[in-house]
């Protein structure tokens, strides 16, 4: 294997990996390495997680969650108010300014909302920003927003994508030129960027004091666009990088006898599952047989996962959500344990014999050659084809997909309404479709009374397991490896947060 020769030569690099760690500490840089690129900088218009990070690092919200408390804070709102169930007042904050001198008030926020407000607009994280009714001014530092709907989680999606952007320059370029020079307010600013290759951030000097996010200690990031692992990994052990994610649990293991190095991890909130094209259209029709897909729920041994491939802090998972999301449970809903005879009984009571399925993924390919190796054993064979975020989400959307492996992590909205109606409620990756699932889908995200929303999405959760509509897989840890002398903390939301760092 590949990483083994990679540690293999480990004691010889480790002589030199302190030398460009220390040249970077001098110089108050972090290289960090990703292996997705986004394909808008634009929050609006990516939702890979590089785009998730770069969106908090280089903008700013209305409203902050503390990730450790989760306490909600005033960010570029100072307080706010709600008038009734579906009208906010927020007063917003004075002395703001955007990394192009823009000065903040009422106009960016509203400006904002509007635009992304308005379908036609095509942002494509339209789950974060379906429920904005409308924007209004009230006076420069003072707006009103309504939902269309009574919309409870309306808070927490305020204090995480929704971003706001300078007015008169978001009108004046729209997302293609937000992407080619993106500018925000928040604790970095974007200096260089080179679409599919690079981004360079350095510290917003005049970030405003009252922020809870504070001014960032590093004075340079640098994030380049690594997709091969193994290039990140031959990266890290030379000193080529100082920060990467993701790190399969096998090599970051082997990584914490490297002395230059530090391994952290932790759970998070990204769940992992599989997509079945169930669709009466799919083009795979043997997947219309509910047999058929709970016998793929039985090939699949997921504790075995858990504890040999995916690693510590990873749970498995019955139902299509995160069990801290408002409304999450697995009660009462079908239980598949790993049961390969009973995999084999069910597809020859379907009767499919020679069964071949496409599988589609974007990440954790060691995790998916897992699930292909499953299926085969009840002889199911599938093609792997593996692809970048946005080529699969085409797949997915233009119902081309047979089965997928997916990991979603919710934006980290601690909220079921930002988790299963992505897959489940007749949106873009919507290979179901099934309307009394999307109408309790709908109701739980729209509903007022607590009880009625926990009773909503419990029951469409139900549905979707004892239909066996997707294979409902484990959480994901996340193990970053780092340079020892960088002062960094892992979030359950995935989130790096630059502003947080420093060097030792």
């Known amino acids: 294997m590949k990483a083994c020769a990679l540690m293999l030569a480990s004691t010889a690099l480790v002589a030199t990996a302190s030398s460009p760690a220390l040249a970077q500490k001098a110089a108050n840089t972090v290289r960090f390495a990703y292996d997705q690129a986004p394909e808008n900088v634009d929050p609006f218009f990516n939702n890979v997680r590089i785009g998730v990070i770069i969106g908090a690092n280089v903008w700013d919200t209305l409203i902050y969650r503390d990730p450790e408390t989760n306490e909600y804070k005033g960010q570029l709102a100072k307080s706010w108010k709600q008038i009734d169930d579906k009208t906010i007042e927020f007063d917003l904050r004075e002395g703001v300014k955007f990394h192009n001198g823009e000065e903040f008030d009422a106009d960016d926020v509203v400006y904002t909302l509007n635009f992304i407000a308005k379908p036609e607009n095509k942002v494509v994280t339209q789950g974060n920003v379906n429920w904005v009714e409308k924007a209004e001014k009230l006076d420069k530092y003072k707006v009103r927003v309504t939902t269309k709907e009574v919309f409870p989680a309306a808070i927490e999606y305020l204090a995480g994508p929704v971003v706001i952007h300078p007015n008169a320059y978001y009108e004046k370029v729209g997302p293609k030129g937000q992407n080619e020079k993106p500018v925000g307010s928040g604790p970095y600013k974007v200096t260089n960027y080179v679409p599919g290759k690079s981004i360079t951030l350095e510290a917003n000097k005049d970030y405003f004091k009252d922020s809870p996010k504070k001014p960032g200690k590093i004075g340079k990031i640098e994030i380049r666009f690594i997709p091969d692992r193994q290039t990140q990994m031959a990266e890290a052990l030379s000193g080529g990088v100082d920060l990467i994610m993701h790190v399969p649990k096998d090599q970051a293991d082997q990584l914490k006898a490297v002395p230059t190095l530090q391994v952290v991890s932790g759970e998070t909130m990204r769940i992992v599952f599989m997509q079945i094209n169930s669709l009466e259209n799919t083009p795979a029709p043997a997947l219309k047989d509910e047999r058929v897909r709970k016998a793929i729920n039985h090939a699949i041994d997921r504790e075995a996962m858990v504890k040999n491939i995916v690693g510590e802090g990873s749970r498995v998972l019955n139902t299509i959500c995160f ?11 079908a239980r598949y344990p790993y049961d390969p005879a009973k995999a084999k009984a069910l597809l020859a009571e379907a009767g499919v014999k020679d069964l071949t399925l496409d599988i589609v993924a974007y990440r954790e390919r060691n995790q998916t050659e897992a699930l292909i190796g499953y299926l085969q054993q009840v002889g199911i064979k599938t093609n792997l084809r593996f692809l970048q975020y946005a080529a699969m989400r085409e797949v997915i959307s233009s119902n081309k997909a047979n089965l997928t492996h997916q990991t979603w992590g919710s934006f980290s909205v601690n909220d079921v309404s930002a988790n299963t109606p992505n897959y489940f409620a007749f949106r873009t990756e919507d290979i179901t479709k099934d309307a009394t699932v999307r109408d309790l889908l709908n109701k739980g995200n729209n509903s007022v009374a607590p009880d009625i929303r926990k009773a909503a999405y419990q029951e469409a959760l139900k549905i979707i397991a004892d239909k066996a509509y997707a294979v409902p897989l484990y959480s ?9 002398d960088l002062g960094f903390k892992a979030y ?5 947060r630059f502003w947080e760092m420093g060097w030792k």
């Not at 069990?323 to 809903?333: I, W």
């Not at 359950?492 to 790096?496: A, G």
């Open 323 to 333: 069990p801290s999301q408002f409304g999450c449970t697995d009660e009462g809903a």
């Open 492 to 496: 359950p939301d995935e989130m790096v």
């Open 476 to 484: 994901l840890p996340v193990y970053y490896v780092a340079s020892k």
